[in-house]
């Protein structure tokens, strides 16, 4: 599922990793493919409400997988669509239950109303955590995972309780998209790090030029919602 | 209010705007305001009806090009031609048209709409004909899903009392036939050799969208081949050999669409010698591939809204040989959101780089071009200084600008101190 534009994360995951000095295998998971025997990171894009429904029956199917491998520390990157079904359930406005894979401690409603906007939040780690939200679904955190970030300006999570996003283990989940990695180079880099240090044990990084990244994330803090 | 009274106050009001140069559309607000049925009354007596365009893009192409089209044939036609396709447009256009008791003369009425401005227009004002380009990823922080644009163009379709031209191509689009029963539908469309120039967002990543292998329907209009500006159509039975004025396969397929719209308004009377000697005519509309000429050198303003705009245009308009400059802004025309830009490759800039880039979100574009690994001279956020510094710094050689649509407004503004730039009103 990629429809706003989460290539970019891929592209910058990928290149940050070239420019680090590592070779990349880049393997497209889809519907229906087998799932490829040795895994260093997995990114997941967002989609229409429509789409969400035609992944689901595979997902639970690769469920299993996913458990061990983020329990084995794999760095995991989950947007909108399938950080929602990276959770309990996503239930939809006429009631219906669209189950997920519980691998995130979180539950989703559907709401009222699509959040839609620039959004801010903060991350103690990360710092300030800029991107571009688009969801109708509400979604709550259980005890087992943490926020992502603390949202500054937006809705984030459910437009109530302040939350952005969610960690457990290295899994990182969010709604932002902008892509959330190009103007965030600090998760890039998180997630980098922990794929390196389990493959190779260590992870000596080289130095990137991050002005642009700077620049782009200063113009972002300024403009309105 | 009567009539006159309105128009009388709503001229007053466009030509205090003009004199302090203000906007196309203040003054169709205004009249919207104080009479909701101005539109409405204004065209209702038109003998040919009303016609609608509407889509993500290509709206301001094609509805020039039904206009001439159509003016071909010895219609009188009124449109919106300033590619202000709020409502408040229409009633802009209309009030430099109309005389001082509100009459129109025209025969028809040519309208672009936005898809969200145009469903709330069908609604009151049900248009005779109407044309159905495509559905795009685009706007969606206006309009949410792309799901929920195919939904507003299916209205419009369903309130047109004649005839409806669908896009073949573009699944959405033809998936609207299935609703509509009282109307005609036509379609234009690509021949088999050329449809893989034109991927649709679900094709863009992951897996090739399945083909069904249900035969798809006759279209009254297909594209057949393009090869340099040498055009091959079939128009119902038969066949138009052209050569275009306009540059780029996706304004190219425009052409189809505006003849297939064409062929359902005059039907037989249609005199296609005319037509085709008025279609080899058409250039760009403004800001779609415009050409002024700066010290001597062309710069040509390529209007990019959403990836798949992008990537046509890129593809369209070949760098060799020129200095491209790249302008992004995120008003709310635009749209805020700046994930589309990573939907987009570059790779075809690689060998000439990037001269300048500009915009609100120049960063963000330069942040782009830096994973594609393109080479950058210069990043300006102000446009008008990046304007005069990719002039000056490239002044032998052709330029081209691909920008978004209000960085397109501003750079025409900055262009016409400097250089003759057609007025639009």
Redesign the interface.
């Known amino acids: 599922m990629n429809i706003y534009g989460d290539w970019g994360n891929v592209l910058v995951l990928k290149r940050r990793l070239e420019w680090h000095g590592y070779d990349v295998n880049l393997l497209e998971y889809n519907q229906g493919d087998a799932f490829p025997e040795t895994v260093d990171m997995i990114i997941g894009g967002g989609g229409q409400d429509s789409g969400q429904d035609k992944i689901q029956k595979d997902l639970l199917e690769i469920g299993t997988r996913l458990h061990d491998l983020a329990r084995d520390d794999v760095p995991m990157l989950m947007i909108c669509g399938l950080y929602q079904l990276f959770g309990k359930f996503f239930k939809t406005g006429d009631g219906h239950v669209i189950e997920g894979i519980s691998l995130l401690d979180i539950e989703t409603h559907a709401g009222p109303e699509r959040l839609i906007g620039n959004i801010i939040t903060k991350n103690n780690e990360f710092g300030e955590i800029v991107g571009y939200e688009n969801h109708s679904g509400l979604t709550f955190l259980g005890k087992d995972v943490q926020p992502l970030g603390r949202v500054i300006k937006g809705a984030g999570n459910n437009g109530r309780d302040e939350t952005e996003g969610a960690r457990y283990r290295n899994i990182i989940a969010s709604y932002l998209h902008g892509s959330l990695l190009p103007k965030n180079p600090a998760i890039a880099d998180f997630l980098i790090e922990k794929a390196i240090v389990r493959k190779y044990g260590e992870f000596t990084p080289t130095v990137i030029d991050d002005r642009f990244a700077e620049l782009a994330r200063e113009t972002a803090l300024k403009r309105p919602r | 209010m009567s009539k006159p009274y309105v128009t009388m106050l709503g001229k007053a009001v466009r030509y205090i705007t003009r004199l302090r140069g203000g906007g196309s559309a203040l003054p169709g607000l205004f009249v919207e305001k104080i009479d909701p049925n101005f539109i409405k009354r204004t065209l209702a007596g038109l003998p040919q009806g009303i016609v609608v365009i509407s889509g993500t893009n290509g709206k301001t192409t094609t509805t020039k090009m039904v206009v001439e089209l159509l003016q071909s044939q010895g219609l009188r036609v009124f449109t919106n031609r300033t590619g202000s396709n709020f409502t408040r447009g229409v009633a802009a256009a209309l009030l430099g048209e109309v005389d001082n008791k509100g009459n129109i003369d025209a025969d028809i009425a040519v309208l672009e709409l936005d898809e969200a401005h145009a469903v709330s227009f069908v609604k009151s004002v049900p248009p005779r004909y109407s044309l159905l380009l495509n559905v795009m990823?685009d706007q969606?922080?206006r309009f949410?899903?792309?799901?929920a644009t195919a939904k507003m163009l299916a209205i419009i379709g369903k309130s047109t009392t004649e005839t409806v031209v669908l896009n073949r191509e573009d699944p959405r689009v033809a998936a609207i036939a299935k609703i509509l029963s009282h109307q005609t539908v036509n379609y234009f469309g690509l021949s088999p050799e050329l449809t893989h120039l034109f991927p649709n967002?679900d094709e863009?990543?992951?897996?090739p969208v399945q083909k069904t292998t249900v035969q798809p329907p006759q279209a009254e209009v297909v594209l057949k081949s393009l090869e340099g500006n040498t055009a091959k159509f079939t128009l119902g039975k038969r066949m138009i050999t052209t050569t275009l004025k306009l540059q780029g396969i996706y304004n190219v397929y425009n052409a189809a669409a505006a003849l297939a719209l064409t062929e359902a308004i005059i039907g037989e009377d249609m005199d296609d010698e005319k037509l085709v000697e008025a279609l080899s005519q058409i250039t760009p509309a403004f800001g779609r591939g415009e050409t002024v000429t700066i010290g001597g050198q062309p710069l040509e303003l390529v209007l990019v809204k959403n990836?798949s705009g992008f990537r046509l245009s890129l593809s369209s308009f070949k760098p060799a040989g020129y200095a491209t400059m790249i302008a992004i802004n995120?008003n709310y025309a635009d749209g805020?959101?700046?994930?589309?830009?990573?939907?987009v490759e570059f790779d075809s800039l690689k060998n000439d780089g990037v001269a300048e880039v500009a915009g609100?979100?120049a960063?963000?574009m330069?942040?782009?071009l830096?994973?594609d690994?393109i080479l950058i001279s210069h990043?300006e956020?102000d446009l008008s200084t990046a304007l005069r510094h990719f002039i000056s710094s490239n002044a032998s050689v052709p330029k081209r600008i691909f920008c978004t649509y209000t960085a397109m407004l501003a750079l025409r503004r900055e262009l016409s101190k400097i250089t003759n730039v057609e007025v639009i009103s």
């Open positions: 990823r969606l922080d949410g899903e792309i799901d967002d863009m990543r992951g897996k990836p995120d805020r959101d700046m994930s589309w830009l990573w939907d609100v979100r960063y963000d330069a942040l782009r830096q994973y690994e990043v956020p």
